[in-house]
């Protein structure tokens, strides 16, 4: 088994030498000028890139930097990148190029990409060549270099690239500011093994590696101490947690103790591959304190054909085996997925294997995408009949059976009454406050805006395809 790696304290005292220097520029121009840098962090993609986006806030934040409020005040802007689809991509790029007029007014701003987009040989070319005022450039893997690649553009004035392959090491101590007060991602592994092959995960995130298990569990205990209520513990598949480790802790037992940890907190995690999610996960969920009622279980598709073109490396009757598990021990479990819609060779008859089976599992909400063919994947290459009108109108149907799926189970729960801690999540005309159920589900709530961060009874009224509708009608702690 191939160990996993970690950058070494020598190479972060290193890192520490050049966050020094940056800090002393800063401070310098401030004597100066009177006025401080400012840094802007952009971020596109999953949970787990957003997590690698605190850490470059927390890093810029240690050289000196002040929060700009957007991209167009910032002396250094950052754009975290996403290249799951074509779409993504096409966004990421419209907003680098709107960013020249920013370089054309203040050419002395950096700005930076960074994430999955450069990671791909193909991408970091094209940013080269067509987008000549990106001064820094760096992958997934070069994230705690940050301070070296930074002071090496600001001191030699030249373009800096940092986008070598590897399979990946962790880089742990780094500084993390948190976008939210009570709800935090940590990471408890990185990469990906499984090669799905519509996937670019894998090239752009190097192997799966994982984290010492105490280094989680003290990382937990430090958000519960510091009141951090809503934990998401990442992976691209978190049940091969401890997979590369010798007689590694598996996640099951990792939940486990992070659940013995005391406090008024939730825990939540993803991504589960069906593939290794087990019967023992789901009953760690059922006795645990403080595991969500929600797991998201990505099935991709309800034909057999399709996953093992995918290669997902599961049958269909085999992920409704566990479904049918996780509700007999769980039967308020809130169960959301992912599909594809229209991968290379897809048919009919494939697709309505796909529509019986989200009819059968129900599931709370799908997150439902258009195929997009990726870069170096072996799906890029398969050969691939359906036309985009053909698909697009397999993808409404899917989403027209989905939407009436969740409102029905949506309706199920008006004229009960939740046990809720509001929030502000997200806003809604009418309802000051929201919430989400222990399984994740959204409630808009009508409470005064004093209720907030506080528990309260809730009355549902009303229920639509995305959320729940209620009132505060006792409120408590
Ligand atoms: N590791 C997670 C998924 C991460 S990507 C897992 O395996 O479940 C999130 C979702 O994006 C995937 O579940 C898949 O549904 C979708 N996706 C990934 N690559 C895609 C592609 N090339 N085209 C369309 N959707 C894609
Ligand atoms: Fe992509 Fe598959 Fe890995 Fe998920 S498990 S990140 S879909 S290769
Ligand atoms: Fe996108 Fe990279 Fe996540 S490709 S989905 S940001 S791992």
Aim: aromatic fraction near 8%; include cysteine; proline fraction near 4%.
């Amino acid at each position: 088994m191939k160990q996993t790696n970690f950058v070494s304290p020598e190479e972060l005292t290193i890192q520490d030498g050049f966050t020094s220097r940056v800090l002393r520029m800063n401070a310098a121009y401030t004597a100066q000028s009177g006025e401080n840098r400012r840094a802007y962090v952009d971020c596109y993609g999953c949970q787990q890139n957003e997590a690698d986006a605190e850490i470059l806030h927390g890093l810029l934040r240690r050289m000196g930097y002040q929060d700009a409020e957007n991209e167009h005040d910032a002396d250094v802007v950052l754009i975290n990148t996403c290249a799951i689809r074509e779409h993504a991509e096409a966004r990421v790029l419209g907003n680098i190029g709107a960013l020249s007029h920013d370089k054309r007014r203040r050419p002395d701003m950096i700005i930076g990409v960074c994430g999955c987009m450069p990671q791909q040989p193909h991408m970091s070319e094209k940013l080269k060549k067509s987008f000549p005022y990106v001064d820094l450039v760096f992958g997934t893997h070069a994230v705690y270099k940050l301070p070296e690649l930074l002071y090496t553009a600001l001191t030699e004035k030249k373009r800096v690239f940092s986008t070598e392959n590897s399979d990946g090491r962790i880089a742990e101590g780094l500084p993390v500011v948190r976008r939210e007060r009570e709800k935090a991602w940590v990471s408890i592994m990185y990469g990906c093994n499984n090669f799905c092959t519509y996937c670019v995960v894998p090239y752009v995130r190097g192997r799966e590696r994982s984290r010492d298990p105490e280094r989680v569990l003290d990382e937990v205990r430090g958000l519960v101490s510091n009141g951090y209520r809503d934990i998401t513990l990442l992976g691209q598949n978190v049940n091969s947690y401890g997979n590369d480790r010798e007689n590694g802790m598996r996640f099951p037992e990792l939940l486990r103790r992070i659940d013995a940890i005391d406090g008024d907190y939730v825990i939540r995690f993803m991504t589960s591959h069906p593939k290794d999610a087990t019967p023992e996960l789901i009953d760690v969920i059922a006795s645990s304190r403080h595991c969500a009622h929600g797991i998201h279980l990505p099935v991709q598709s309800g034909s057999d054909r399709i996953l093992k073109l995918m290669n997902r490396r599961y049958t269909v009757g085999k992920y409704l085996e566990l479904i049918d598990y996780a509700r007999a021990h769980i039967p308020d479990l809130v169960i959301t997925s992912d599909i594809i819609v229209g991968f290379p060779g897809e048919t009919e008859e494939d697709f309505q294997e796909t529509l019986d089976l989200i009819e059968y599992v129900r599931y709370d909400s799908l997150f439902t995408f258009l195929y997009s063919p990726r870069v170096g994947t072996p799906a890029a290459s398969m050969e691939d009949p359906a036309t985009l009108e053909e698909k697009q109108a397999r993808f409404n149907r899917l989403l027209e059976a989905q939407n009436r799926i969740s409102r029905q189970i949506h309706e199920g729960y008006i004229g009960k009454t939740l046990r809720l801690r509001l929030d502000d999540l997200k806003p809604c005309p009418g309802y000051a406050l929201s919430a989400r159920t222990d399984g994740g589900r959204l409630v808009h709530v009508d409470a005064p805006e004093s209720l907030r961060r506080t528990v309260a009874d809730v009355f549902i009224e009303r229920a639509s395809t995305y959320a729940l509708f209620g009132k505060v009608t006792e409120s408590g702690t």
